[in-house]
C-alpha cells in the first residue's frame, strides 16, 4: 500500500520569507502527485497537481513543487511567503496504473506566517 | 459552477445514536468520494463512487458505517449505531475523472462530535 509523509508537522514563517515543505511517497510505480491547501474555516483546495512532463509544476499563488523520482518526493515550495498564506497543506498522492483512485494523503503541514 | 456542499457542517450526537451525512457533488461528477479526518492525523479515505456503483469501499472502517448514492447523484453516509471514535471530519469529493485529471473538488466536511 502506498504512504505519503509530510515531516514538518507545523511551520512558522515571517512574512517574505522561502517556504519548503518536504513530501515523500512509498510506492514503486507510477504515481500522480497533488498538493492541496486548507485556509481556516474554509474548504481544501487544489494548489497544484503532477501527473506527467516537466517535473517542476507551477501552481496558484505562486506555488510551485518539484517531483524528483529517484527520492520519491514531491516538495513544494515558495519564494516568498505571504501572511495569508497561513493555512494546512496537504500533500497526496493516487496510482496511474490500477488499483485504488482515491487520494492517499500525508498528515499536513499547518504553515503560520507571522507578519 | 457550484462545488461540491455538504450536510451538515456539524453534528453532536450521543452514542448510540444515527447520523447521515449528506453530500452533493458537482452536477456531472460521476466520481465520489468519501474521507474522514480524525483529531489532527491525516486525511483518510473511506470510499469511492462511480455513479451509482461502490467502485473501492475498502476503506470503510466497520459495519456501522453505510453508505449509498442513489441515482447517481447525491451520496450519504450513515454511521448507525455512533461510538466515541468516529469523531472527526467527514470529507466528500467529486471528480470528473476517476485519476483526478483536473482535480478533485471537495466539500467543506462535516463535523461529527460523538459524546
Known amino acids: 500500500a502506498q504512504s505519503v509523509s509530510q515531516h514538518n508537522h507545523h511551520v512558522i514563517l515571517s512574512e517574505a520569507a522561502s517556504l519548503e515543505l518536504g513530501c515523500n511517497y512509498s510506492?514503486?510505480?507510477?504515481?500522480?502527485l497533488f498538493w492541496y491547501v486548507q485556509y481556516p474555516g474554509q474548504h481544501l483546495q487544489l494548489l497544484l497537481k503532477?501527473?506527467?512532463?516537466?517535473?517542476l509544476v507551477k501552481g496558484i499563488k505562486g506555488f510551485e513543487a518539484e517531483f524528483i523520482k529517484s527520492k520519491f518526493s514531491f516538495n513544494l515550495r515558495k519564494p516568498s511567503v505571504q501572511w495569508s498564506d497561513t493555512a494546512e497543506y496537504f500533500c497526496?498522492?493516487?496510482?496511474?496504473?490500477?488499483?485504488?483512485?482515491?487520494?492517499?494523503f500525508g498528515s499536513g503541514t499547518r504553515l503560520q506566517v507571522q507578519p | 459552477e457550484a462545488g461540491v456542499t455538504q450536510f451538515p457542517s456539524h453534528s453532536v450526537i450521543e452514542k448510540g445514536q444515527t447520523v447521515t451525512l449528506r453530500c452533493d457533488p458537482i452536477?456531472?461528477?460521476?466520481?465520489l468520494y468519501w474521507y474522514r479526518r480524525v483529531m489532527g492525523k491525516e486525511i483518510k479515505f473511506l470510499l469511492h463512487?462511480?455513479?451509482?456503483?461502490?467502485?473501492?469501499e475498502s476503506g470503510m472502517p466497520n459495519n456501522r458505517f453505510l453508505a449509498e448514492r442513489t441515482g447517481g447523484t447525491y451520496s450519504t453516509l450513515k454511521v448507525q449505531p455512533a461510538e466515541l471514535e468516529d469523531s472527526g471530519v467527514y470529507f466528500c469529493?467529486?471528480?470528473?475523472?476517476?485519476?483526478?485529471?483536473?482535480?478533485?473538488?471537495f466539500g467543506s466536511g462535516t463535523r461529527l462530535t460523538v459524546v
Open positions: 463512487f462511480v455513479k451509482e456503483s461502490k467502485q473501492d
Open positions: 503532477y501527473f506527467s512532463g516537466d517535473p
Open positions: 469529493a467529486s471528480s470528473q475523472d476517476s485519476y483526478g485529471n483536473y482535480g478533485y473538488t
Open positions: 510506492y514503486g510505480g507510477t504515481v500522480n
Open positions: 497526496a498522492v493516487n496510482r496511474g496504473d490500477t488499483g485504488r483512485r482515491a487520494l492517499t
Open positions: 452536477s456531472g461528477h460521476d466520481n
